[in-house]
């Protein structure tokens, strides 16, 4: 059973279309996020929910808007879209335990904007 | 701002040698993590190394981490073609989000 599912894997839309990535995890982690990764593979952070609650929200665009029905589910919505938006987007989810916060992540969104 | 860089950027060895990658981060941590990510594929977690211990094993991983020097080391030993990935150390936010701030990763070639 996958454990961190996000759909589509692959996306290619044209400039100034709305998209949205869908991502569920069957964890019972209540910790997600979403994370972007550039060409040159250099990972970061978008954002972070907590029991459907945003945690993080790092410098992003307002056209990127994540939406958490429930714990389980964190949806990333991008309006508006730009070429500099293609990127690899990785949904992740985690627990906290007094060890660290391991972070189990799906297997990447590859959106393309042309 | 980037917390963890590793060295090098790019590794190429023979299959049956060992690899060893370096990562150095900025601010005080209570652990740190290696992940490894295969072509194409989402990032997986290898092991998790606290700030009270000096080294730990995982199968044919071993990683040190010397919080004196704020930098950590993985080491593959008798690499196999399999290995071949990108692996990146990752540290916890100092802010306790639980955040995880990513270096930009070694990739790894290992030839058979």
């Known amino acids: 059973d996958t454990a961190v599912s996000q759909t589509p894997k692959y996306l290619v839309t044209q400039m100034g279309n709305d998209k949205s990535i869908k991502c569920e995890q069957n964890?019972?982690?209540?910790?997600m996020y979403w994370y972007k990764q550039d060409s040159k593979k250099f990972l970061k952070i978008m954002f972070s929910?907590?029991?459907?609650?945003?945690?993080i929200n790092e410098t992003v665009p307002n056209r990127f808007s994540p939406k958490s029905p429930d714990k389980a589910h964190l949806n990333l919505h991008i309006n508006s879209l730009e070429l500099g938006d293609s990127a690899v987007y990785f949904c992740?989810?985690?627990?906290?335990?007094?060890?660290?916060?391991?972070?189990?992540f799906g297997e990447g969104s590859w959106l393309t904007v042309v | 701002s980037q917390q963890g860089e590793e060295d090098p950027q790019a590794l190429s060895i023979q299959e049956g040698e060992n690899a060893t990658m370096n990562c150095s981060y900025k601010?005080?941590?209570?652990?740190l993590q290696w992940y490894r990510q295969n072509s194409g594929r989402g990032l997986v977690h290898l092991i998790l190394?606290?700030?009270?211990?000096r080294e730990k094993h995982s199968g044919r991983l071993r990683v040190t981490l010397d919080t004196s020097k704020k930098s950590s080391s993985l080491l593959i030993t008798a690499s196999r073609a399999a290995d071949t990935a990108s692996y990146f150390c990752?540290?916890?936010?100092?802010?306790?989000?639980?955040?995880?701030?990513f270096g930009q990763g070694t990739t790894l070639q290992v030839k058979p």
């Open positions: 992740a989810s985690s627990a906290r335990d007094r060890t660290g916060n391991t972070i189990y």
């Open positions: 929910y907590n029991n459907k609650e945003l945690i």
């Open positions: 601010t005080s941590i209570n652990n």
């Open positions: 990752a540290t916890p936010d100092s802010g306790n989000t639980g955040k995880l701030i």
């Open positions: 190394i606290r700030s009270n211990e």
């Open positions: 964890l019972g982690h209540d910790t």
